[in-house]
T-cell receptor
């Protein structure tokens, strides 16, 4: 059974810092991997989808990488802003499993 | 529709009652997923439909939970004899194909009192 782990569980950084969120999975035979953002009391908003044949995807200040051999994906956020404060979740599609998320706080 | 629609957005019910939660996926999306999310946790998989059939229902916690998708579009999650532990946000997602990107609805917050 696929297990998805996100570290750290919570992260607090000052505005302007670059940061990395980690997602690890136990079964490397994945389909695709998707990163989401969730604001308090809200649904999940898709950020990036990485297909299993890709190594990374970029959207604006966000960059997600995928290393199937090591069972890891990272979400890099450049020049963080207070509006980036939210919980970030990764999901291994196909297995339909989510991590517990990283709660990010960006302080002004 | 333009997005995934879930109704109701909030539901308060008494312990022991029956509830139905509805999900209207994006038009043309063949895959539909139900998840449950408790406070501070990631979404917990419940059931996945491909078309009209439940392709994977391994996440349903017990036989009080049941879901249908009779025409391959709208899905209903049904919970019998609700318990306080069923209180959570129930999320629905759809995708064009299995394993492709999910689009989520805003969820139904279920409170069992």
């Amino acid at each position: 059974k696929q297990e998805v782990t996100q570290i750290p569980a919570a992260l607090s950084v000052p505005e302007g810092e670059n940061l990395v969120l980690n997602c690890s999975f136990t079964d490397s035979a994945i389909y695709n991997l998707q990163w989401f953002r969730q604001d308090p009391g809200k649904g999940l908003t898709s950020l990036l989808l990485i297909q299993s044949s890709q190594r990374e995807q970029t959207s604006g200040r966000l960059n997600a990488s995928l290393d199937k051999s090591s069972g890891r994906s990272t979400l890099y956020i450049a020049a963080s802003q207070p509006g980036d404060s939210a919980t970030y979740l990764c999901a291994v599609l196909g297995d339909m499993r989510f991590g517990a998320g990283t709660r990010l706080t960006v302080k002004p | 529709g333009a997005g995934v629609s879930q109704t109701p957005s909030n539901k308060v019910t008494e312990k022991g009652k029956y509830v139905e939660l509805r999900c209207d996926p994006i038009s043309g999306h063949t895959a539909l997923y139900w998840y449950r999310q408790s406070l501070g946790q990631g979404p917990e998989f419940l059931i996945y439909f491909q078309g009209t059939g439940a392709a994977d229902d391994s996440g349903l916690p017990n036989d009080r939970f049941f879901a249908v998708r009779p025409e391959g579009s709208v899905s209903t999650l049904k919970i019998q004899r609700t318990e306080r532990g069923d209180s959570a946000v129930y999320l629905c997602a759809s995708s064009p194909d299995p394993g492709y990107g999910y689009t989520f609805g805003s969820g139904t917050r279920l409170t069992v009192v």
